[in-house]
């Protein structure tokens, strides 16, 4: 596969309402090209709705989304989403899925073969080329997924939660098939996710929410060099960093509970997933 190219995104003050409801209150971020950015921030404030409206699906009511200086008004093969629900094609085969693409924008169907049966391999999944998705576990579902995205060589994915619901062991597995498919393919990235580990594991930079309204809380550049190694996870500088996403997480938890609004039942429901060790 080439090698992709990768796109600088840039909200600005960017204004989004659902009826009386306004999740997006004139957000400016930015999102640097070839980098893996990953956004953590409390439930509900408004992280689909900003991968929703990057990739085109959804128009800011004001303000301005654009990539590498261009406005983004629909959806494109450039910029691509991986939401936690899979996509699949349930009545295709695994390599007609990852196919699906460029076969139907109508590149030689030789060519677009030899691509997906090589990117199947680099998410471990040769000899699978002729299941079905329901064939297939959980998380062999989502590496299709990553490699139906990728396949288009965009030049900015969008992973929604994509390893949310996966059992502990299958998620560190797909963190290290993301690893080593961005260090190969550096793509623009933007990693939805509620694990602080993951985020700081995975990303070149954490975004942290806040809500009410939903600003950027802090931006965390994680000096972690690449390749990453599971070994870093026990490192002095992994720890510092942690401390200091948990600790954002914590404040707007406690601003949460104190302006005694619907957060107060996030909050219970955030600190029991902090116990159980799965969410903050
Ligand atoms: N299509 C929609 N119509 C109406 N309201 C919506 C719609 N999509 C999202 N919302 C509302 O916008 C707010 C932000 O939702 P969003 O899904 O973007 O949050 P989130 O940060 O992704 O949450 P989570 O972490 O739970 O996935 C919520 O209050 C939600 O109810
Ligand atoms: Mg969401």
């Not at 299958?170 to 623009?188: C, G, K, N």
Request: hydrophobic fraction near 40%.
């Amino acid at each position: 596969m080439k090698t992709l190219a990768a796109a600088r995104i840039c909200l600005d003050g960017v204004v989004k309402a659902y009826g009386t409801n306004t999740v997006l209150d004139g957000l400016s971020l930015e999102i640097p090209a070839g980098k893996f950015t990953a956004l953590i921030g409390p439930s509900g404030c408004g992280k689909t709705t900003m991968i929703n409206l990057i990739a085109g699906y959804d128009a800011p009511d004001a303000g301005l989304i654009t990539m590498d200086g261009v406005a983004v008004r629909d959806p494109g093969w450039d910029r691509l989403v991986v939401f936690q629900e899979t996509a699949l094609f349930p009545w295709k085969s695994t390599l007609d899925n990852v196919m699906f693409g460029p076969f139907n924008r109508g590149l030689p169907r030789t060519e677009v073969v030899r691509q997906a049966r090589e990117l199947l391999a680099k998410f471990g999944l040769s000899g699978f080329e002729d299941k079905y998705p329901g064939q297939l576990s959980g998380g062999m579902q989502r590496r299709t997924e990553l490699a139906r995205a990728l396949i288009n060589c965009p030049k900015v994915m969008l992973l929604d939660e994509p390893f949310r619901g996966l059992d502990a062991l299958t998620r560190e597995l797909m963190q290290e098939y993301l690893l080593r498919v961005f260090d190969e393919h550096p793509v623009t990235t933007v990693f939805v996710t509620s694990e602080v580990e993951e985020s700081i594991y995975l990303a070149d930079r954490v975004i942290v929410l806040s809500s009410s309204p939903t600003i950027t809380k802090k931006i965390i550049d994680v000096d972690l060099p690449r390749p990453r190694d599971i070994k870093m996870l026990s490192s002095r500088r992994f720890a510092e960093i942690h401390g200091e996403i948990l600790e954002c997480l914590f404040e707007e938890a406690a601003k949460a509970f104190q302006q005694g609004m619907k957060g107060a039942s996030d909050l219970f429901e955030g600190a029991a997933s902090i116990m159980s060790g799965s969410r903050w």
